[in-house]
C-alpha cells in the first residue's frame, strides 16, 4: 500500500497533535480523518476503509484504566485486524508503549516526533502490509567477528522487532533453541541501545549453585563465607549503567528465582556479608533454550519472576525454518575463516549448495558454523564440495518431524528430493533415477523449489 493511496485515522484528545499529524500527512496521504474521542472508533472504522490509525496511548475517557491506549488498541485489533496501529506515547511512557507492541500494535513514535521519521515509519508499516520486502538485512554486532545474518521473513521480523526495542530500557527475554545466536543477540541490543558505551556483563546463571549464585550476582565481603578472601562486587553492580545478560535462567531454582525477583523489584543488591543496599541500574535481557510453556509451570518457575524479565520476548528460530538464510549464513562463515586462516576466498559448487539447504542442523547456527570452519581449514581447493562438509557427530541428525496432513504436497516434494539429493551427495544423475524422474524434470523441480 502507497501512502498517497492510503486513508489515515488519527485519535487523539489534543487538537494541537490532530492539527499537527493532519497538516503534515496532507501531502502525503490520500485521506486524513481525526477523532478526539476513542469511543468513536468503531463507527469510524465501519464506515471508512481505513489503512492505519495513529492512536494516543492516553486518553481522559469513561474507560479510565490508566492505560487507555492499550484498551483501545485491543478493540481495534478485534474490529479490523487488518488495520496497522501505531502508538502515540509521551517518553515517560515508553514501557508502556513497549508492551503495546505485544498487545497488537505495529510501532509506536515518542512525543514530540521528528516529522520525517513518522513519514517513513507510516510508509515502512503500509510497505510492509503490502509484503514488500524490507532492505534491512542484519542486526549486527561490533565487539564479535559475526553477524545476525538473514533474509528469510522471520529474521526480517526479529531485526524489525530489535530496531524497536534496542534504544529503550525494556527487560528483554530471549527464547530459542541452543546454538540459535542468543549471546550475539543480547550483545546487538546492548550494541543499539542508550547504553552501548556503558559495560555488557553476562552470566551462564544455570550454572551456579545457591552460595555462588548471590556471591557472583550480588557480591561479598571478604570472610562472608569460607572461599570469601577479600570484598567482591557482584555482576549488578560491574553491569552499572548498562547491561546484564543472564544467560540459561530456566534452569535457576526456585530459591535463586525468589533473590532475583527482589533485586529487580528493589532495584537495590546487598552484599554478602552486609547490610548495606546498593542502587542499581541496569537493563535485564535473559535468555533460555526453553518454550515459555515450560516457564509457565509455577512448579519449575515464578510468574511474577516471568512478568518481571519478560517485558518483551524475542523468538531465535532453528536454523531448519531458516531454509532461506543458510547459503548466506555459510558464505559468510566461509569468508570469515578463509581470512582468519590465510585462505583464499572460497566458495561452494552447486552440489554443496544442495546439501548445505538438505540437512536439519540440530545444532542450529552453531553446527554450519563450526562444519564451515573445519571445510575451510581442511578444502584443498578454494570450491568447497558435498565431501568437505562433514556434518558434527556431537549432534543426533534426523529429518524434521512433521504431520504430514498439515504439510502442503509441494513441501513433501520437496524435502524429499533434498533427502535424496544429499544421499548421492549433489549427483543429480543417481538422485533423478532414484525418484523415478528424468535429469531434466528434476532440474525443472529444482528450478521449481529454488534448491
Request: glycine content about 6%; charged content about 30%.
Amino acid at each position: 500500500m502507497i501512502l498517497k493511496k492510503a486513508t489515515v485515522l488519527i485519535v487523539d484528545d489534543d487538537p494541537d497533535v490532530l492539527t499537527a499529524v493532519k497538516l503534515l500527512l496532507k501531502t502525503e496521504a490520500q485521506e486524513i480523518i481525526t477523532e478526539k474521542n476513542p469511543e468513536n472508533l468503531n463507527w469510524l472504522l465501519q464506515r471508512n476503509q481505513v489503512d492505519l490509525v495513529l492512536l494516543d496511548m492516553n486518553f481522559n475517557s469513561a474507560i479510565n484504566t490508566g492505560n487507555e491506549g492499550l484498551y483501545w488498541l485491543r478493540k481495534i485489533k478485534e474490529w479490523k485486524p487488518a488495520v496497522c496501529v501505531i502508538m502515540i506515547t509521551a517518553y515517560g511512557d515508553i514501557d508502556l508503549a513497549v508492551r503495546s507492541l505485544k498487545e497488537g500494535a505495529n510501532d509506536f513514535v515518542v512525543k514530540p516526533w521528528h516529522n520525517e521519521k513518522l513519514i517513513d515509519t507510516i510508509k515502512d508499516l503500509l510497505d510492509k502490509k503490502e509484503g514488500v520486502k524490507t532492505v534491512k538485512a542484519s542486526v549486527k554486532s561490533a565487539t564479535g567477528d559475526t553477524s545476525i545474518l538473514g533474509d528469510s521473513e522471520v529474521m526480517q521480523d526479529i531485526f524489525y522487532k530489535v530496531n524497536k526495542i534496542a534504544p529503550t530500557d525494556a527487560n528483554i527475554l530471549l527464547l530459542g533453541e541452543n546454538g540459535t545466536g542468543k549471546d550475539l543477540m543480547a550483545k546487538a541490543i546492548h550494541e543499539r541501545s542508550l547504553r552501548a558505551d556503558k559495560p555488557f556483563i553476562k552470566v551462564d546463571v544455570g550454572a551456579l549453585t545457591d552460595t555462588l549464585f548471590e556471591s557472583e550476582l550480588f557480591g561479598h565481603k571478604k570472610g562472608a563465607y569460607t572461599d570469601a578472601r577479600e570484598d567482591r562486587t557482584g555482576r549488578f553492580e560491574d553491569a552499572q549503567g548498562g547491561t546484564l545478560f543472564l544467560d540459561e535462567i530456566g534452569n535457576i531454582s526456585l530459591q535463586q528465582q525468589a533473590k532475583l525477583l527482589t533485586v529487580l523489584q528493589n532495584r537495590q543488591v546487598t552484599r554478602l556479608g552486609t547490610n548495606k543496599a546498593v542502587d542499581i541500574d541496569i537493563r535485564l535481557i535473559c535468555a533460555t533454550n526453553l518454550p515459555l510453556s515450560e516457564l509457565a509451570n509455577e512448579n519449575r518457575f515464578r510468574k511474577d519472576l516471568i512478568y518481571r524479565i519478560n517485558t518483551v520476548e524475542i523468538n531465535m528460530p532453528p536454523l531448519r525454518r531458516r531454509n532461506d538464510d543458510i547459503v548466506i549464513l555459510a558464505r559468510h562463515f566461509a569468508k570469515l575463516y578463509a581470512g582468519k586462516y590465510l585462505k583464499p576466498s572460497v566458495d561452494f559448487d552447486a552440489a554443496a549448495v544442495i546439501k548445505l539447504k538438505s540437512y536439519n542442523y540440530p545444532g542450529n547456527v552453531r553446527e554450519l558454523q563450526y562444519t564451515i570452519e573445519r571445510a575451510v581449514i581442511m578444502a584443498d581447493d578454494h570450491i568447497l564440495r558435498p565431501d568437505d562438509l562433514i556434518f558434527s557427530i556431537l549432534e543426533t541428525p534426523g529429518e524434521v518431524i512433521v504431520d504430514d496432513d498439515n504439510v502442503p504436497l509441494s513441501t513433501l516434494e520437496k524435502n524429499a528430493i533434498l533427502r535424496v539429493i544429499e544421499k548421492h551427495n549433489g549427483n543429480i544423475t543417481r538422485a533423478a533415477k532414484e525418484l523415478g524422474l528424468t535429469r531434466t524434470a528434476l532440474y525443472r523441480r529444482l528450478s521449481k523449489y529454488d534448491i
